[in-house]
């Protein structure tokens, strides 16, 4: 069998595990990622597109700001809807900070391109993952690799291959703990080369469900309508999506949308969960393979760098010798996780129809609404959570 030796081992090339190889190369730690799939296939991904001030700030320590710096957009605010009323929450005003407008493909990609430029080593379509001896003082990791069976022998291994990915499984069952809530609904998005409804993002209550309206560039829309889950892409025509993201949003935006086809239309459906603990042995869970955020308020992204930033300033400690952070790794993530868990859960809360609710929960959403209206106090709390908790 061939051998191959890291410091340390990653599992999954998305954005956790990039950001993680990136930052621990920089710090001269060796990583090998070994990912399921091919790279272009990981670059196909469409998801959110709002990074925190914080994960603005580790991409650039990383060495991967440039072109964020160039086609990101920061913005200082945006708009919380319901019906006609327009609640303006001015980031930059109530707390100081922006946040940056630049998709999470864009990441990956300049993610991808340094990693090339450090010359680390990224192993693609990779199967049967075996995580083992993570008890012992050197671990190793079994894959098949162009169709021979392969072992990566390392002293810590960073799981981040994702929601389905194999680490958070090595974790023996009655050593973890899960939580979970699952909504009764999902979210349509198309992207669509158009100009923006709204030079900020809308986040819109209505009786009709809710709709986001956010955006990639000047020319390059990304809304979304919330679904019935049993609703399937093909239900939705372009113009039945218009006409239905239209009628969500406030009439003076309507006024304004410009439509045209769509060039990616997709359904996701909205989870929160989280396991524990996050560290087991040598192994440490990051990003999606430990925890799931339903997409209002765009955390997923910005949670996966705080678990980077914890983890790989504990690894460069670790490596030479003191272990305070990697034994804290898991305490101090969680704590931030689960605010993040708590402000993704309330602004879903607070902005969707839940299928067969009563008067009163309609009513709990419009007060919510004008409440913000009318506080400035809990227009910073929400604010102050938009821009991210400090790591
Ligand atoms: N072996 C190797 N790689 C795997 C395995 C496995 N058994 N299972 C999954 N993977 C890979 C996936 O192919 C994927 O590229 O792990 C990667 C995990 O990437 P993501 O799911 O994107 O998770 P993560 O890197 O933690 O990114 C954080 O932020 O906006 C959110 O959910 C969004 O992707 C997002 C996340
Ligand atoms: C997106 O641009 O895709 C996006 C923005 C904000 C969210 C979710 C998704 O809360």
């Not at 864009?106 to 993610?111: G, R, S, Y």
């Not at 889950?229 to 999506?241: C, H, I, Y």
């Not at 309609?362 to 400090?390: C, F, V, W």
Request: proline share 4%; with cysteine.
């Amino acid at each position: 069998m061939t051998t191959l030796t890291t410091q340390v081992a990653i599992i999954g090339g998305g954005p956790s595990g990039l950001l993680l190889s990136q930052l621990l190369n920089k710090a001269g730690i060796e990583t090998v990622i070994l990912e399921r799939s091919t790279r272009d296939h990981v670059l196909a991904r469409i998801r959110a597109g709002i990074l925190e001030w914080g994960t603005v700030e580790l991409l650039r320590e990383a060495g991967v700001g440039a072109r964020m710096e160039a086609e990101g957009i920061p913005h200082d605010g945006c708009y919380l809807t319901d019906e006609e009323l327009m609640v303006h929450i001015d980031f930059k005003e109530l707390t100081g900070k922006q946040v940056m407008v630049y998709g999470q493909t864009e990441v990956t990609t300049d993610l991808y391109n340094a990693q090339d430029t450090i010359g680390t080593t990224v192993l693609h379509e990779v199967s049967d993952v075996d995580i083992r001896d993570l008890d012992q003082a050197k671990s190793y990791v079994e894959f098949t690799h162009e169709g021979t069976r392969k072992r990566l022998e390392c002293l810590y291994v960073a799981g981040c291959d994702g929601f389905h990915g194999v680490s958070r499984k090595t974790i023996p069952e009655e050593k973890r703990r899960e939580f979970e809530r699952v909504y009764p609904f999902g979210w349509l998005g198309i992207l669509s080369e158009t100009p923006p409804v709204n030079d900020e993002l809308i986040y819109s209550n209505s009786r009709h469900g809710f709709a986001l309206a956010s955006m990639r560039n000047e020319n390059l829309v990304r809304y979304y309508v919330q679904v019935p889950l049993t609703d399937k892409v093909e239900d939705w025509s372009d113009q039945r999506f218009w006409d239905e993201f239209s009628r969500r949003i406030p009439s003076e935006a309507a006024s304004r949308l410009v439509t045209g086809p769509s060039i990616e239309k997709s359904i996701a459906p909205l989870r929160s969960f989280v396991s524990e603990p996050l560290r087991w042995g040598n192994l440490f869970l990051v990003g999606d393979s430990a925890h799931i955020v339903p997409p209002t308020g765009a955390k997923g992204l910005n949670l996966a760098a705080s678990d980077v930033y914890y983890l790989y300033t504990a690894l460069i400690d670790a490596v030479k010798g003191k272990t305070t952070g990697i034994d804290e790794y898991s305490a101090r993530a969680l704590a931030r996780i689960w605010k993040a868990m708590r402000f993704s859960w309330q602004m879903t809360t607070m902005l969707h129809r839940f299928d067969g609710e009563d008067a009163f929960a309609e009513q709990m959403r419009k007060a919510t609404l004008n409440h913000l209206a009318t506080s400035e106090t809990a227009r910073r709390d929400l604010a102050e959570n938009y821009i991210g908790l400090p790591f």
